[in-house]
């Protein structure tokens, strides 16, 4: 490879500086400039070349650099010559540059400059002061929070508090005295088995944020819901220095939201009296229409057998209240064997089985739980001295069952079957259970049927029933 001239050399290294490097004449013109010159001034090289150097320096600087440079030429030193000048941007703003001049020979100067702007701004005392100002901004803005703010030292052993804002001790009653250079758990009081802590500690391990609503005591022993937000502080080398807290006390909104679950709880066990789960969630999310098919259900309707002249010696509060004495019992029935209880209307009541949620056994339900209707009422004629008597009729096959209308909800049941059942029921016979010959077909063998006849159904003719008599 041929060796490389000087000027070769001298290029080479003038390209490669990472510095402002320029070789100025004797009038003050630029002859070289590395590209430096364009990243840090802003001018072209061609732009720098065509003004004499003076024209950049900032108009205070020039006497002093200008002295400099006489005393240089009159008595050029052996070393370079180093000062320093604000030099003009294209911008129109000034780069504090350090300059170390080679001694003129025949008019020519090398020069190499940096760019100390940055580390200029830095010594100066308005940034000493500006950095003063912010400091003492950012403390006030501190002690202002309405949030408590603590800082914890991560490499003192058991992490002790070293800063407590004012509105920590105002949440917490503990002055800063009382607290500092100790660990803040003192404000657990006994419950240090929170679940929540898990997550705390898993976190201070980690060196990670967190956040977590603590069960909390002031120093009056009253308690309070601690919103904190812990931020681990690493210095420059990646250690853990410091772990920041940040402290609300959320008691009013916890206590809403509690309140507020008490209330919706509340609500839905309302609405579960009034309406199957399944459909009392998809009225809640406002789903479509609410009335569907179902096709293996068991209807049963129960009247009491001389209700209406038993009530008429009676003042109506009394008639409600033995009429909700009878019915509840009827009501744990339905619960006891997974029947859905539909409405009461005047003194009778309607069940079904197999809805809303659809089961094989929807027949054997109601039938098991209209043999054990008639036990109710012999009770409670027991315990009142009263002779009433059910009369109970159940159907079985395809309903449709729903909410409709927009107001006043009320789970109901609409269709041919329906309407057989309640035939049964109002052309049965008191103390017994009437079924179709559908249902007398349906059950199982276990069930003791009795023949009734062809009787004449009205609206449907001719029909063939049964006695339900019991189960074996
Ligand atoms: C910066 C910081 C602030 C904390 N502030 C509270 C606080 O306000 N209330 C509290 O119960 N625990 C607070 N803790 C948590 C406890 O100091 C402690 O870390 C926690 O109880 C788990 O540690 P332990 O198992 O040793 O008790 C804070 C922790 C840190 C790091």
Request: glycine content about 6%.
């Amino acid at each position: 490879m041929p060796a490389l001239n000087a000027d070769d050399r001298l290029q080479a290294f003038f390209d490669l500086c990472p510095d402002l490097a320029c070789i100025r004449d004797r009038d003050g013109y630029f002859q070289e400039l590395n590209g430096v010159w364009e990243q840090v001034s802003g001018w072209s090289l061609p732009e720098l070349r065509s003004r004499s150097w003076w024209d950049f320096i900032h108009p205070d600087d020039v006497e002093m650099t200008w002295e400099l440079e006489q005393q240089s030429a009159e008595h050029p030193p052996r070393c370079p010559l180093q000062y320093k000048h604000r030099f003009l941007c294209k911008n129109g703003s000034y780069r504090w540059l350090t300059w170390r001049w080679s001694p003129p020979r025949e008019g020519i100067c090398l020069g190499i400059a940096r760019d100390v702007t940055e580390r200029q701004w830095r010594g100066s005392s308005d940034y000493r002061n500006t950095v003063r100002e912010a400091v003492k901004l950012r403390d006030r803005a501190i002690e202002a929070s309405t949030v408590g703010i603590v800082i914890a030292d991560a490499t003192l052993p058991d992490m002790p508090l070293i800063y407590v804002n004012p509105a920590f001790e105002r949440i917490t009653g503990y002055s800063a005295a009382e607290v500092l250079g100790t660990n803040c758990r003192f404000l657990q009081g006994e419950e240090n088995q929170q679940p929540v802590l898990d997550d705390l500690r898993a976190a201070i391990k980690a060196g990670e944020s967190c956040t977590v609503i603590l069960r909390n005591y002031r120093k009056d022993g009253k308690f309070f819901w601690n919103e904190l937000a812990i931020s681990p502080i690493y210095d420059d080398r990646g250690i853990l220095t410091h772990f920041v807290g940040v402290q609300s006390d959320v008691s009013d909104r916890i206590q809403a939201e509690q309140a507020l679950r008490r209330e919706k709880h509340k609500s839905d066990r309302l609405l579960l009296n009034i309406l199957p789960e399944t459909i009392a969630e998809q009225l809640k999310e406002a789903r479509g229409t609410l009335a569907e098919q179902y096709s293996n259900t068991a209807i049963l309707f129960a009247d009491l057998v001389g209700f209406t002249p038993f009530s008429a010696q009676m003042q109506p509060l009394e008639l409600v209240s033995i009429l909700n004495d009878i019915f509840s019992r009827f009501d744990r029935l339905a619960e006891k064997h997974g029947v859905e209880k539909i409405k009461t209307i005047g003194d009778a009541y309607l069940a079904a089985g197999g809805l809303p949620i659809p089961r094989e056994d929807s027949l054997e339900a109601i039938a098991n739980m209209a043999l054990e209707m008639p036990d109710e009422i012999q009770k409670f004629n027991d315990s009142t001295g009263q002779n009433l008597q059910l009369r109970i009729g159940i159907e079985t096959g395809v309903v449709v069952a729903g909410v409709i209308g927009i107001k006043k909800f009320i789970y109901d049941l609409w269709g041919d079957t329906v309407n057989t059942a309640s035939r049964m029921e109002s052309q049965g016979q008191p103390g017994k259970i009437q079924v179709t010959e559908r249902v007398a077909r349906l059950l199982p063998k276990k069930y003791i049927l009795e023949r009734r006849g062809i009787i004449s159904i009205k609206g449907k003719g001719r029909m063939t029933t049964y006695w339900l008599i019991g189960s074996q």
